[in-house]
T-cell receptor
Framework: QKEVEQNSGPLSVPEGAIASLNCTYSDRGSQSFFWYRQYSGKSPELIMFIYSNGDKEDGRFTAQLNKASQYVSLLIRDSQPSDSATYLCAVNKGGADGLTFGKGTHLIIQP | GAVVSQHPSWVICKSGTSVKIECRSLDFQATTMFWYRQFPKQSLMLMAT?????????EQGVEKDKFLINHASLTLSTLTVTSAHPEDSSFYICSAQDSSYEQYFGPGTRLTVT
């Protein structure tokens, strides 16, 4: 059974600090890894995707992937109150494959 | 950027009736579309994969006769919830996949069955 695990939180981080979100997955056949942000009552919006081991940076966001440990993380630098949301980790096998989502981590950025 | 629309954005229906939800890719062709469901405080769960011109592939535990999916064109997929019951009340979200395999999510449809 494919599973994606995340700490549900809430994770409270002061404004301006680094928020660190973690995710583990069970299916070693997973090839593509995604981080989505979801505001209450809205559909998810893509923040980043990563396919290869290592780090990938995009603005204030850095995704990290370790396939050997089956671990994905997202770092948010200079956290802003507008970053407060639920962050969903998702994986798939690539190609035309649906996404398996974790339950999400509720992040609160305290002004 | 790629835009996916859903209609309606919310719907209330009586138990036993059927509801159709449309998912459209507005500025690209989507060979594959996906349907997800999200219950309160839960994550998105993949219900089915829809390919243009062929039968949908349903995930384990999803009743294909209850959740009818039609993908008649490269820009439109529909999900019909037949004989809806209160336990079908949920947030239904579609995504459309472009030629580079990136998925774009629609805004979702909130279904309430009374």
């Amino acid at each position: 059974q494919k599973e994606v695990e995340q700490n549900s939180g809430p994770l409270s981080v002061p404004e301006g600090a680094i928020a660190s979100l973690n995710c583990t997955y069970s299916d070693r056949g997973s090839q593509s890894f995604f981080w989505y942000r979801q505001y209450s009552g809205k559909s998810p919006e893509l923040i980043m995707f990563i396919y290869s081991n290592g780090d990938k940076e995009d603005g204030r966001f850095t995704a990290q992937l370790n396939k050997a440990s089956q671990y994905v993380s997202l770092l948010i630098r200079d956290s802003q109150p507008s970053d407060s949301a639920t962050y969903l980790c998702a994986v798939n096998k690539g190609g035309a494959d649906g996404l398996t989502f974790g339950k999400g981590t509720h992040l609160i950025i305290q002004p | 950027g790629a835009v996916v629309s859903q209609h309606p954005s919310w719907v209330i229906c009586k138990s036993g009736t059927s509801v159709k939800i449309e998912c459209r890719s507005l500025d690209f062709q989507a060979t594959t579309m996906f349907w997800y469901r999200q219950f309160p405080k839960q994550s998105l769960m993949l219900m089915a994969t829809s390919n243009e011109g062929s039968k949908a592939t349903y995930e384990q535990g999803v009743e294909k006769d209850k959740f009818l999916i039609n993908h008649a064109s490269l820009t439109l997929s529909t999900l019909t919830v037949t004989s809806a019951h209160p336990e079908d009340s949920s947030f239904y979200i579609c995504s459309a996949q472009d030629s580079s395999y990136e998925q774009y999510f629609g805004p979702g449809t909130r279904l309430t069955v009374t």
